[in-house]
């Protein structure tokens, strides 16, 4: 069993997530994913669209993803890899060479983005507040 885990908001889901999803459980045999809560959101400086609930039940809805567990602070991935027995950490190439310091409890991978799409972009075409929440 290799698992591995990823993290993210996923507002208002896209072909870019879908990939990153599907690629990162190619890497092992069950995938976590860690959904960012709308209170840590806020603290990140975003706002999600669709709110942590709604979120978290389109991820896990999708047949890669074993797992979904809420993203609270920028603490708890060492904890979260311990606790999982996790083996392969991913996130996009966004962050690269952010998360290396966790390469003393597993492996660390950075995978490429989907070009041309972004939640924000979305956002933005769509002409979406990004201040204001579906309440669903
Ligand atoms: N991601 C990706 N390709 C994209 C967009 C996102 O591979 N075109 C990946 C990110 O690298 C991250 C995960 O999807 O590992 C979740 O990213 P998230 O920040 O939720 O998505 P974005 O669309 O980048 O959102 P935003 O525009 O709010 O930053």
Redesign the pocket.
């Known amino acids: 069993m290799k698992t591995v885990i990823?993290?993210?908001?996923?507002?208002l889901f896209?072909v870019?997530?879908l990939?990153?999803l599907t690629r990162a459980k190619a890497l092992g045999n069950r995938l976590i994913v860690a959904v960012s809560t709308d209170e840590f959101n806020f603290v990140k400086g975003?706002s999600s669209v669709i709110p942590y609930a709604s979120r978290a039940e389109i991820v896990a809805g999708l047949s890669c993803v074993d797992q979904v567990i809420p993203e609270e602070n920028w603490d708890q991935k060492i904890s979260d890899i311990k606790n999982w027995s996790v083996d392969v950490f991913v996130?996009?190439?966004?962050?690269d060479g952010k998360f290396d310091y966790l390469s003393d409890y597993c492996e660390v991978t950075y995978?490429?983005?989907?070009?041309?799409?972004?939640?924000?972009?979305i956002k933005r075409t769509v002409g979406a507040s990004s201040s204001s929440a579906i309440g669903f």
């Open positions: 990823t993290y993210g908001t996923f507002d896209h870019g997530h990939r990153i975003k996130m996009g190439h966004d962050w995978l490429d983005r989907t070009s041309g799409v972004s939640s924000t972009m």
